[in-house]
């Protein structure tokens, strides 16, 4: 690149591209958000937002001096590797998706180095956060961009954080996320007891309760309970070779998270459970907050829209470099990101526009006017 701006003075255009990644202090939300102000009316003309994607990816790397690297588990390889770890929020249509905010998660035995952090430059502000609360943030500042809402779709890394659940509803968003079978639930039509009677003196108790014979079970327990007849067989998108099916089956329940610390039980929730008929057990769970009427297609919809984010990483990473930082900085980490998302963001517009199956007239180029004095070629000279 910096051979084709300055091929009479290569090195120096190659040190003044490396630091507008690497030290330049420009804002990365800035032009993440004028790139989703670019991206995203592009893309919601062929279809509507369906939902907010929070997901996070792994980068493996050695040694112990660049920003945020540590002995944790690592998306890439399957397993716990020496890695650095980003979260991410991307918007999605049914066919595209824009990641439009990207934080670095910092380890607790980064955020409590004081010389690692000042190497690598960490800004003071930044406090340790655990990967729910990043998200969390992330949300929060979208809405107050004024992002189109829908759902948020996110694993079970996120699901079973009560608080980043309830962050969401305190936001008046719906979300689909996927939670472990050992997170606890009240049965359909079940709640914790009430509070105890009120004694003579004294307040009036107000903390819901449990007794012996009265406790939540377990989704994996309730997911043994459900009749043969309740599960059904849901078509989601097209796959590579054939269309994408499984067994399903939904129900109301009430998650059980620490309760009898509340004076009102949680509110009814979907519980989605996915069993495979070639599985011994059921696959996966997922905790939903979309209202009573949504049908059981609707509900697999949106949470298996969560797999476009696969799509995006693995492009971002192969096509556009997003896994090729060599830097140790905590700026430089960040402008790199944000490069490659606009990089992303550009694709993704100009595939909405050129979509193979467009049709004539939709492609939205402008002709140039035809010259006055054009004369097709062959045509004979005027009388």
């Known amino acids: 690149m910096a051979a084709r701006l300055a091929p009479d003075n290569v090195r120096r255009m190659h040190q003044s591209l490396h630091h507008v990644v690497a030290d330049a202090a420009w804002s990365d939300r800035v032009l ?28 493996p790397k050695k040694g112990q001096h660049s920003v945020g690297v540590a002995r944790q588990y690592c998306g890439q390889v399957g397993k716990q590797e020496n890695c650095r770890v980003a979260v ?11 990641p439009i905010a990207y934080d670095l998660y910092l380890p607790e035995s980064w955020s409590e180095d004081k010389m690692r952090r000042g ?3 960490v800004p003071e502000s930044i406090q340790f956060r655990t990967k729910p609360l990043i998200a969390a943030e992330q949300i929060r500042q979208a809405v107050a961009d004024g992002i189109p809402k829908a759902p948020i779709v996110a694993d079970a ?7 980043f659940r309830q962050a969401i509803l305190d936001l008046e968003m719906d979300y689909v996320v996927g939670i472990q079978q050992t997170l606890s639930v009240w049965p359909p039509g079940q709640e914790p007891l009430p509070p105890k009677p009120r004694k ?19 989704a994996r327990e309730l997911a043994s309970q459900v009749l043969p007849a309740d599960w059904k067989m849901v078509t989601w998108r097209a796959g590579a070779k054939q269309k994408l099916r499984s067994r399903f089956a939904a129900l109301r329940i009430r998650p059980a998270n620490r309760d009898y610390w509340r004076s009102e039980p949680l509110p009814e929730q979907w519980l989605l459970i996915e069993w495979p008929k ?4 059921p696959t996966k769970y997922w905790l939903g907050s979309l209202p009573v009427t949504t049908t059981l297609s609707d509900l697999v919809l949106v949470a298996k829209q ?20 060599e830097g140790r900085g905590w700026r430089g980490f960040h402008h790199h990101a944000t490069l490659c998302i606009a990089a992303y963001g550009f694709l993704v517009a100009e595939r909405s526009r050129f979509s193979p199956s467009a049709r004539a007239g939709q492609l939205q180029l402008a002709l140039p006017e035809i010259p006055p004095d054009w004369k097709p070629r062959g045509a004979g000279r005027a009388a």
């Open 306 to 325: 969560r797999w476009i984010i696969e799509r995006d990483y693995e492009e971002l990473k192969q096509e556009l470099g997003l896994g090729h930082f």
């Open 88 to 98: 991410s929020l991307s918007v999605s249509t049914a066919a595209a998706s824009l």
């Open 119 to 121: 190497k690598a430059g």
């Open 278 to 281: 070639e599985e011994a057990q």
């Open 32 to 59: 993440l958000a004028a790139v989703a102000q670019y991206t995203l009316p592009v893309m919601r003309k062929r279809g509507p937002v369906v939902a907010w994607v929070v997901d996070d990816t792994g980068f």
């Open 200 to 218: 003579a003196t004294g307040r009036p108790p107000k903390l819901r309760q449990r007794s012996p014979e009265h406790q939540p079970i377990t």
């Open 157 to 163: 890394a996120y699901g079973n954080d009560t608080k």
